[in-house]
């Protein structure tokens, strides 16, 4: 999978979010990514080998 990530991409995870959606935007990309739900707003920091893990797809 490649493994470059820009800012603003959308990227669905494997495991849906509580409120209900797979889908994330990237809003900061580093050692660290944190990416905010397009539902309801709420930003994950994760580190980019678990990111790596739980991505299923960039949609953009």
Same mark, same amino acid.
């Given at each position: 999978?490649?493994?470059?990530?820009? &800012?603003? /991409?959308?990227?669905?995870? +494997?495991?849906?979010?509580?409120?209900? !959606?797979?889908?994330?935007? #990237?809003? %900061?990309?580093?050692? /660290?990514?944190? #990416?905010?739900? #397009?539902?309801?707003? %709420? !930003?994950?920091? &994760? !580190?980019? #080998?678990?990111?790596?893990? +739980? &991505? +299923?797809?960039?949609?953009?």
């Amino acid at each position: 999978m490649n493994n470059v990530y820009s &800012l603003n /991409d959308i990227v669905i995870m +494997k495991k849906p979010h509580p409120c209900g !959606t797979n889908e994330f935007i #990237i809003t %900061r990309v580093g050692a /660290d990514i944190k #990416i905010k739900c #397009i539902k309801c707003g %709420r !930003t994950i920091m &994760l !580190t980019r #080998i678990e990111f790596n893990k +739980k &991505l +299923k797809k960039v949609v953009k």
